[in-house]
């Protein structure tokens, strides 16, 4: 028996036993119109048939369209790719961790020169809105530079904030990768600003500062631990340190001098600084190494900034008292010390301080009003370029 099939012979009775080409034509015809034959008997009948292996929507939205033949998956990937993240790192001795959201990034990288290097190349891959890391004490300001170099917004925010934050968020879990997780998570959901960030020569300068404070707790301590000595061997080793390190200070306050000297802007606010009563070179050095916003904020802003702003606490009929908390620790130190001089010979804050404490405040309260005055002044002139004025109250 002899099966028929769709171009073979047919039982017609025809001799040639070939396929007339008028029906070839129409079959190839029915076919490219999405059409089967089907062999009915030995005829050949188009059937209203779809063929399920030639799906074809008629919707242009539809990814077997003819109009749009391209997938859908390249096209989201390419907005997924564009689309701006926020990066996270997490700064240690040694290493980088690296995370972003929402796009999911994971890195880990040496803190060094190259590791810096291989960061900005990364992250220049894509649309970065914000990087956002912790202050640690210096490991962070390398790689805070490089990133600002290669025109990155990095934001440096204090450690316990992002804490705070975590424990806000349920994560109670702490590792170096958890960690640069989280701190993409704050920049995304928090979006800190951005900080004006300042010359290098500020940084440097804030090193020599720190380094003659360093030496000055060491000859203190010294000088306590040689009333303690009776062995005069000792006592004398405790004495040659003594005497080491006021050869340090004073080697290191001529260094201090002869850098803002060096420098036109901080010997100008130098100027401006040392003019007002109470103020001297040390507290000067320390305002334009530590508190370099002064004179760009205002004065809620500055006070804030070096912890001298009043933290209220109430809650319904309960009233508690507002303290102060928070900022720089070393700025306030030195204002400290400048309030209490300034007390003595400076008439408005002379004034202030004779009038609360007439109003029955604890010393410490009058100190703590006497340091914001002064700071507020001090931010006043270098905005305004002006040296001390008693009108300036």
Known sequence: MVKSSLIGE???????????????????????????EIDCGGAFKAVSERDPRRRRGINPNSRWSRRHPASSHLQTREITMSEPIYVGIDVGKDTLHVAACPTPIHACLPNTAEGHRQLCRMLQKHTVALVVMEAT???????????????????????????????GMGQRAKTDAIDAQVLASFAQIVKPAPKPQFKAKTAELAELVKRRR????LRTQENNRILM????????????????????????EQLIRDYIDADDDFKTKDGIIQSAPGVGP???????????????????????MAGLAPWDHASGKSAGKAHIWGGRKEVRNVLYM????????????????ERLTHAGKPFKVVMTACMRKLLIILNTMIRNQTSWTPKLN
């Not at 070839?24 to 059409?35: E, I, M």
């Not at 990133?147 to 904030?161: D, F, G, H, M, S």
């Not at 009776?230 to 200070?249: C, E, G, N, R, Y």
């Open 137 to 167: 004490g210096g490991y962070e300001r390398p790689v805070a530079a490089e990133l600002l170099a290669e025109a990155l917004p990095v934001v440096v925010i204090n450690p316990r904030q992002v804490r705070d934050f975590a424990r």
């Open 338 to 353: 400048a309030a209490l001089a300034a007390r003595r010979c400076n008439p408005v804050i002379r004034a202030m301080a």
């Open 10 to 36: 047919v039982g017609d009775g025809s001799a040639s036993g070939v396929e007339p080409r008028a029906k070839r034509r129409a079959a190839s015809r029915a076919v490219a119109n999405g059409r089967r």
């Open 282 to 304: 040390q507290t000067a050095a320390m305002l334009l190494s530590h508190l370099p916003e002064l004179g760009q904020l205002n004065r809620q802003e500055i006070a804030s």
């Open 214 to 217: 360093q030496l000055n707790d």
């Open 229 to 252: 000595i009776h062995h005069h061997k000792v006592k004398k080793s405790i004495a040659k340190m003594i005497k080491t390190l006021d050869f340090q200070i004073a080697e290191i």
